[in-house]
């Protein structure tokens, strides 16, 4: 039954997505610059990578996102993330430098990924993967 198999098939690409970073701790220096690196893996040719920070006891707060592969000229960032915060994007990774640091960068980030369909005016996103470990700065 070819639905069956495509079921399954989505069902595993579904599984074999991941996002995965190499430190959990960084610290710096006030003024100075950071960068935070997660690696990711998806089946999609359009993936979108998200950055998130939150602080104790408080919601994640939507840092930026950044296309990668065929999606790679997307990019959004919210409206605090303009200017000391920038992302880039490989075929099997995503950065995260801030620049200027200041006290109220001491936060923990996240590193997440979806697959996305990118259309006319918008995005349509569908599985939003948080990865497990953080970044405490």
Request: aromatic share 10%.
């Amino acid at each position: 039954n070819l639905t069956c198999i495509l079921i399954k098939l989505r069902i595993n690409l579904i599984i074999s997505d991941s996002v995965t970073n190499t430190e959990t701790e960084l610290s710096g220096t006030e003024g100075k610059t950071v960068t935070l690196q997660c690696s990711y893996s998806t089946a999609s040719n359009n993936p979108l990578l998200y950055w998130y920070r939150r602080y104790p006891n408080q919601a994640l707060h939507y840092m930026l996102l950044r296309g990668a592969k065929s999606a790679s000229s997307f990019e959004h960032k919210a409206g605090f993330a303009h200017g000391r915060f920038s992302s880039t994007t490989a075929h099997d990774s995503t950065e995260l430098q801030i620049s200027a640091l200041s006290l109220s960068d001491s936060a923990i980030y996240y590193c997440a990924l979806s697959e996305c369909m990118v259309c006319k005016y918008s995005v349509l996103c569908d599985r939003l993967f948080v990865r497990q470990k953080k970044w405490t700065i």
